[in-house]
């Protein structure tokens, strides 16, 4: 499966983004999806993950009522809706997914990655 994101950019600390991940090739809409970042110097940390159906899903705790991950299996895409960003909100943003049904928020279960997309909130 191939993962491209879209969607990053640069706002400013009280704004919105929304990412867009879109799936192709061996797609499996079965498979749950997440999101994960990396800011420069540190390592790759995780954000949201949700399950195969969408009807489930987990938020890291630095983003939980901020960030409202959702999918479309129809479109084979995954969304990351991000409200009331921060300067610390600042990151490459990767999506990725894991070879199970129920949302996993470990980066070593999942074992396909996009490339990533920049976001940077300006203080």
């Known amino acids: 499966v191939q993962l491209v994101e879209s969607g990053g950019g640069l706002v400013q600390a009280g704004g919105s983004l929304r990412l867009s991940c879109v799936a192709s090739g061996r797609t499996n809409t079965r498979y749950a999806r997440g999101w994960f970042r990396q800011a420069p110097g540190k390592e790759r940390q995780f954000v949201a993950s949700i399950n195969w159906s969408g009807d489930s899903s987990y938020y890291a705790v630095s983003v939980k009522g901020r960030f409202i991950i959702s999918r479309d299996n129809a479109k084979n895409t995954l969304y990351l809706q991000m409200n009331s960003l921060k300067p610390e909100d600042t990151a490459v943003y990767y999506c990725?997914?894991?070879?199970?049904?129920?949302?996993?928020?470990?980066?070593?279960?999942?074992?396909?990655w996009g490339r990533g997309t920049q976001v940077t909130v300006s203080s």
């Open positions: 990725a997914e894991a070879p199970y049904a129920t949302a996993v928020t470990t980066r070593n279960e999942y074992d396909s």
